[in-house]
Structure formats: structure tokens, C-alpha cells
């Protein structure tokens, strides 16, 4: 985030509501993706993405450093919110890799989608930190200093994080008998 959004969010009126919109624009879809990929629900991630939104517009307290990460923390505390509610926690979701916009062939696909099975059936054994942690890093490539805003830790931590996580889901995947040729 710039300088001049962070000093320009903390004026109220129609400067800052423009301001917010070009960042829901920008950046929506990356929280989304995120939200998704944590609960796999779609109207959930949106309803994520929709209350950080809203209470960023509703917060008035010191200026936000780091604005992408402060709304993923409270989007995040807000689907533990309600899955703690509904007793439904959060699972990945079966189709968040279809969104790529490319078609492979039909055999590639069939591959495609058995590989995609074993690693997601990998990443539920992974707790919600690595699975959070590995999604940052791959799905939104996200350097380690981002990841380590989000998780609220430092950098070093997020890299031994990322290390034992990837470890951690080639043991399971080799475990499964998963084949990557």
C-alpha cells in the first residue's frame, strides 16, 4: 500500500469511498481466492471479503499500515467467527484450481484432476497455519514478508513454517502413494 492511500484512508468523504472502491477493485478477487481456499464455500469467501471490506470502511482507529493483510486478518477472524457459529469448519474447496482460464486436453485434465485429489486430500491433513502458509506462497505468490504481516510473525518464522509444510505434505503425499511424473 502507498503512502498517500494510507494518508488519504484516514480523511472520511467521497476521496476516501473512491480510494476504497479502486482497492476493492484491485485487490477483491486475490482475498477472495484466499477466503475461498480456506472454508470452500464461494458466498462465504464473498461474505469475507465483503465484511473486511465493510469494517475497514467503518474503522476510524490508527491508519492501516498494511491494508491487503489487515483485511485478510479480519477476514480470516471472521470466517473462524462463523464456522465456530454454524460447527462447520473450514475445508478446501474441490475446484479453486479450475479458475486458471486455460483448458489442457481431456487425458490432461483426467490427470490433472486426480493429481489436484491427491493434493488436496494432502492439504487437509495439514494444519490451518501450513495450509494457510503454502496457499500464500503458491496459489498467491505472496513473498514471505507479506505472509509474515498476515500470520503476524516474523520472516524467519514464516520460512521454517514453509519448510516444515512442504515437508510435511511430501510425507503424506508419498504416504497416499501419490505418483509425480
Not at 27 to 38: Q, R, V
Not at 133 to 144: C, E, F, N, P
Request: charged share 30%; with cysteine; glycine share 4%.
Amino acid at each position: 500500500m502507498t503512502d498517500s492511500f494510507r494518508e488519504q484512508s484516514s480523511d472520511s468523504g467521497p476521496e476516501r469511498d473512491r480510494m476504497i472502491e479502486q482497492y476493492y477493485r484491485t485487490h477483491s478477487h486475490e482475498l477472495w481466492a484466499l477466503f475461498y481456499a480456506m472454508c470452500s464455500d464461494p458466498e462465504r469467501a464473498y461474505d469475507a471479503v465483503q465484511e473486511a471490506f465493510l469494517r475497514y470502511y467503518d474503522y476510524r482507529g490508527e491508519p492501516v499500515r498494511d491494508l491487503r493483510a489487515w483485511l485478510l486478518r479480519v477476514g480470516q477472524n471472521w470466517l473462524r467467527d462463523v464456522a465456530r457459529r454454524k460447527s462447520n469448519s473450514c475445508r478446501l474447496l474441490p475446484g479453486l484450481d479450475e479458475y486458471s482460464g486455460q483448458r489442457p486436453s481431456p487425458e490432461e485434465l483426467v490427470l490433472l484432476v486426480e493429481r489436484q485429489e491427491s493434493i488436496r486430500n494432502a492439504l487437509k491433513e495439514l494444519n490451518e497455519d501450513d495450509r494457510k502458509v503454502l496457499v500464500m506462497k503458491y496459489a498467491m505468490d505472496w513473498s514471505a514478508a507479506q505472509i509474515a504481516t498476515v500470520m503476524n510473525c516474523t520472516s524467519a518464522a514464516v520460512d521454517m513454517r514453509m519448510s516444515r509444510a512442504r515437508r510435511r505434505l511430501a510425507e503424506i503425499l508419498v504416504e497416499q502413494g501419490f505418483n509425480n511424473e
